[in-house]
């Protein structure tokens, strides 16, 4: 256990990734710069920060995303009445989540997001817990001569590939046309430098990356492979299991992350918002 400050309580969750910020009253949360530094650095040092029973209204959670930078609007979300920069992301029995697969957030962007914050709203009694990997681990224990191969290869990732099963329901294409229209499939190198840290990490995920552009389909097809199974050895993540009002924020950067299916038919709903990243570089 840290201390940060007098009030500020800090315990790592595992020995790469994660850490439970605690003693954080709600006044100093949203709006307070020394304490917004303070969860700064202690976000890019343990990459996912846990904090239990924020009780944040949506403006209130849009004011303190707001201290972390520009928040970013996503085609396929809607948006919490009157706060403009809060999606909703939401599973009922009607509509069940279909994302489940390993990604980083938005990594179909030319320029994806560098922090990704999501409140509690509704929480199923059991299941829909989250998984996050830690990217830069996973890339240091690649060794040195599979390294040397990754380094200046670039990915392609693609909108179309994370949406398919949306696309695949009756009136999807429809719905996500302008999506996809303003979302083109971009490149971004296969290994990135984070641009705080200075951290390498694995920058490819199975929910958006189609392939590796300088290989052949099938090196391409057996090196994502690779580097997937790799990138979420249980070693190198952490495992939340939510509650009302818990609150994280995670670096998109150095991370992954995987929902967890497994609360059907329970309802489940967070708010979330995305800051605006840099081109990864
Ligand atoms: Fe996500």
């Given at each position: 256990?840290?201390?940060?400050?007098?009030?500020?309580?800090?315990?790592?969750?595992?020995?790469?990734?994660?850490?439970?910020?605690?003693?954080?009253p709600?006044?100093?949360?949203?709006?307070?710069?020394?304490?917004?530094?303070?969860?700064?650095e202690?976000?890019?040092?343990?990459?996912?920060?846990?904090?239990?029973?924020?009780?944040?209204?949506?403006?209130?959670?849009?004011?303190?995303?707001?201290?972390?930078?520009?928040?970013?609007?996503?085609?396929?979300?809607?948006?919490?009445?009157?706060?403009?920069?809060?999606?909703?992301?939401?599973?009922?029995?009607?509509?069940?989540?279909?994302?489940?697969?390993?990604?980083?957030?938005?990594?179909?962007?030319?320029?994806?997001?560098?922090?990704?914050?999501?409140?509690?709203?509704i929480?199923?009694?059991?299941?829909?817990?989250?998984?996050?990997?830690?990217?830069?681990?996973?890339?240091?224990?690649?060794?040195?001569?599979?390294?040397?191969?990754?380094?200046?290869?670039?990915?392609?990732?693609?909108?179309?590939?994370?949406?398919?099963?949306?696309?695949?329901?009756?009136?999807?294409?429809?719905?996500?046309?302008?999506?996809?229209?303003?979302?083109?499939?971009?490149?971004?190198?296969?290994?990135?430098?984070?641009?705080?840290?200075?951290?390498?990490?694995?920058?490819?995920?199975?929910?958006?990356?189609?392939?590796?552009?300088?290989?052949?389909?099938?090196?391409?097809?057996?090196?994502?492979?690779?580097?997937?199974?790799?990138?979420?050895?249980?070693?190198?993540?952490?495992?939340?299991?939510?509650?009302?009002?818990?609150?994280?924020?995670?670096?998109?950067?150095?991370?992954?992350?995987?929902?967890?299916?497994?609360?059907?038919?329970?309802?489940?709903?967070?708010?979330?918002?995305?800051?605006a990243g840099e081109?990864?570089?």
């Amino acid at each position: 256990m840290v201390l940060v400050g007098k009030q500020l309580q800090v315990k790592k969750a595992t020995a790469a990734i994660g850490a439970y910020v605690s003693g954080v009253p709600l006044e100093r949360l949203v709006g307070d710069e020394d304490l917004g530094s303070a969860l700064r650095e202690l976000l890019l040092e343990h990459q996912v920060l846990f904090l239990r029973d924020q009780p944040l209204s949506a403006n209130q959670f849009q004011a303190l995303a707001r201290g972390f930078g520009k928040a970013l609007h996503h085609p396929a979300y809607p948006v919490a009445p009157g706060a403009d920069d809060v999606h909703i992301l939401e599973s009922t029995p009607e509509a069940p989540s279909k994302i489940e697969m390993w990604h980083s957030d938005m990594t179909f962007s030319a320029t994806p997001p560098s922090f990704t914050l999501l409140h509690g709203q509704i929480i199923p009694e059991y299941g829909g817990d989250t998984l996050w990997a830690s990217a830069v681990e996973a890339y240091e224990a690649l060794s040195a001569p599979f390294k040397r191969l990754l380094e200046g290869l670039s990915a392609e990732h693609d909108f179309r590939h994370g949406f398919r099963e949306s696309l695949a329901e009756p009136g999807g294409v429809e719905r996500l046309a302008p999506a996809i229209a303003a979302n083109p499939p971009v490149r971004h190198p296969v290994i990135r430098i984070h641009p705080e840290t200075g951290r390498k990490a694995i920058y490819v995920n199975p929910l958006f990356t189609t392939r590796i552009v300088e290989m052949t389909a099938a090196e391409s097809r057996q090196v994502l492979d690779l580097l997937f199974e790799h990138l979420v050895t249980d070693e190198f993540t952490v495992r939340l299991n939510w509650a009302p009002l818990t609150l994280v924020m995670w670096d998109n950067r150095s991370t992954q992350h995987r929902p967890i299916n497994d609360y059907f038919p329970q309802h489940r709903k967070h708010h979330r918002v995305t800051l605006a990243g840099e081109r990864p570089q």
